[in-house]
């Protein structure tokens, strides 16, 4: 509870002498402070601070107290500002001392610590839903009243048709305020709404939220990438709730135009995300794209964005800021001393988490602790576990069943992509059957798993430094009403050297600035492949309007070099028109970059390495050749996180003779070989493979069939080597579809399960097909046709046509000057000798074609992704006979 609290404590103006101190210690004395002096004194409400809560009460000094307080500090004003801080909780008591400008940011950072611990609340009210809108539209809000965040910001929402940017703290109820955005899309206007979230998982928390819709007659579809789309669903759905990078592809999807046109509001949830490094250029390129139609509303939601004006401005956009928050929320910096060994920094990092989580758990809270990696999560999970009396001797952070066992008997819970007990956890921690959530920063980003106390442990997250609304999201977690946890206390662990630094990031917020220079050709041929950018013109005026210009990067030669590069690489095809304009359309190499959401820049790199490649003369060579070039040529895979331990691990299974060190890529060599060489032992339940957990295996195998599936699609195209394509094909689809153990020649079997199953049941069928086919001695497509299987979901008329595509009795009779080839309509024929090879399009299905010399080689590529070669390649074409 507060003591006394003076006039200081509003009045912002410099003092002639100030005195701030944060007391966490209880045999710490405060100085003497000379008469009329702005006295504030910040300490523990614990028992044995109340000798000297009595003394600061009897000299008429401000005081309030502090739940939990983890550093002693001092911050004067005199001729210059002084911030004086002391290692938190440690038996050291050398103090550390900042001037000027950054001990005035830990002035801003103490007068935010001292108002939010006021022990006073503004009251406000809530208003009925009815009262704001449309009765028939109350059983699809979650609550009979908004808050008052929600009852500031509903009625821009149903005024004129004008962008909205809200800004609300988080747990102010900005999920609600999106409802109404896409009621009245999809109510009043009979249209859609498309909502996108940043992440997979997200997507999975708004579907159940928006479940209860589905139950009110509303068409509800999740999109994400592990969701199979059914166009049709797709095409008939009222709201789609989706990914950035999902809703970016099906914009880029020509089957789905039409359906783009229908969408009326665009709800961007986390819009602050404009900001980030890997996701916030798609976005911004979106918002660029969507912001002047006058026939899509945009709804931009954050909690986390200090230029909200700025991003306003640039949308066109009426900006709400709501600061009303349903509980309190108080930040502070824990301190542990800097260390040349990132070990012991690290170590210090989850000693401080652990005592953190005791002081907040022994007082009948609960704890979500952040860390930046997978295995740091599982660390310091076993570390707490072991300090609340469980035994943890022998447990390894990688011994996953064990790991959990220990966990779950001293109720901890883990939190990370890939961990099989995730959903589990989380039902725990909302139901308080757990009271300590360790988890990545999956949960950061909106999955409603609120705290009392938000513990992030790391400043990095995996190789990269943690940004300030990353942490802002994780504080948010903290402190939120109706679930038990009115005040909410965050911690951000930090070094004595990130102190400063820290403060003044928390202080001045997240300020949002464009990303999209560094990937502009990617965002440029997204545009022109869908026919909105077709001259260098169209492509300036595209340029004015993104963020990036509007932050002031004016500059038109970013742009030009990106168009040149499209042009160099292939992806586009330029030319100057009879005005002088320079015009260019997209290529068919440039359809599928963008289709399939391959960086131009990555591609091209990929291409001229297959291109400057030895040829391989044997299926392991070149499937060596082809795992090589993308683990080391794609950034995700060449850049995977993995722990000292399983690089000792990796490097034991890529140089058995104890040679070389660990390489850029290296798991996802590792990774994509061992499905290549030993698929069974991706056998159902599998734990570790090759000695590896499945977990570390488990990204690289997700990512990895798009930049392979992207090589095979040129096969047709002409735009590889043919032996490249065939290979690639081949292994996206045994890479994709590992749990069904696929060997060498799998691909195409797979390939027509694929087609048989149709996308959106792919995911359940494809291994039933399989099975059904290999239960039958079944090795690639070519059997008979005597009735539609019965798992497959095409009807007899698509079924046949599907059996006509195949390269099933391709004729390739090969004389002394031509080659004959008889094949399905719209396949292309390539021959090849050496390096040298030549692309023919069939017409009618036949061709004739010639031959360079006597070692010239042939293959066939239909247009619906079969494939067929001569030589060595013909491994690919089925599987051995089991």
Sequence with gaps: MPGNSGSGDTDSSPSPERYWLKI???????????????????LPTSDEFADLRAKLTANGVDWRAVRYLM????????????????????????????????????????KALWDSNAGTSETASSVPTEKLVARDWLRFLPYPSFNPAQSEAVPPILGDSSHVVVVAPTGAGKTTVGMVAALRAVVDEGRKAAWLVPQRSLTDELDRELDHWRREGLRVERLSGEYSVDVERVREADVWVATTEKFEAMCRASSLREALAEVACLIVDEIHLLGDPERGPILEALLARMRGNDQVRIVGLSATVANADEIAAWLGARLVRVAWRPSTLTWQLPVIATHRDWSLVESARIRMANALTGMITQDGGSALVFCGSKRGVRRTALVIAGSRGVRTDGVHPDDLDRLYEVCREARIGLHYKGWDHKREAEKAFRAREIDVLVATSTVAAGVNLPARAVIVQDTEVGMNPIDVATVQQMFGRAGRVGHGE?????FLIVTEQERQRWQAKLVAGNTVRSRIEASLPDHVLAEVVQRRIGSLREAEDWWLGTLACHQGSRSLQPLREAIRFLVEGQFISGSEAADGEFVFAPTELGKVTARLMVPAAVGHEIRVALAESALPDSPDEAERTVIDLIAGLVPKLAQSAISEELKVVVNRLLHPDGSGVYQRGDLARVALGLVASTPEAFRRGAKTIGGIPYLALYPVLEDAPRYLHWIGCQGQLGTVHPWSAVVAADLSRRVKWRRCQPPRGAGRLLWICEQMATPAHAEDLVPTLWNAARARGINDPDWSARGVPSQCCLDEEAYRSLLKERVTGVILEINADLIAVSAPDASVVVTWSGRQFSRVSLSQGNASVPVFDDDTQVAVFTWRGDYRATGWL???SQMEPS
Excluded at 24 to 42: I, K, S, W
Excluded at 486 to 490: C, F, P, S
């Design 486 to 490: 009115r005040d909410g206390w965050a």
């Design 24 to 42: 966490a210690d209880p045999r710490a004395e405060p100085p003497t402070f000379p008469d009329g002096a702005d006295v504030r004194v910040l």
């Design 71 to 110: 550093d002693d500090e001092i911050i004067t004003h005199r001729s210059s500002q002084v911030s004086e801080c002391y290692l938190a909780r440690s038996a050291r008591r050398q103090p550390f001392t900042t001037t000027g400008p950054e001990a005035a940011v830990a002035q801003d950072a103490f």
């Design 874 to 876: 013909d491994r690919y």
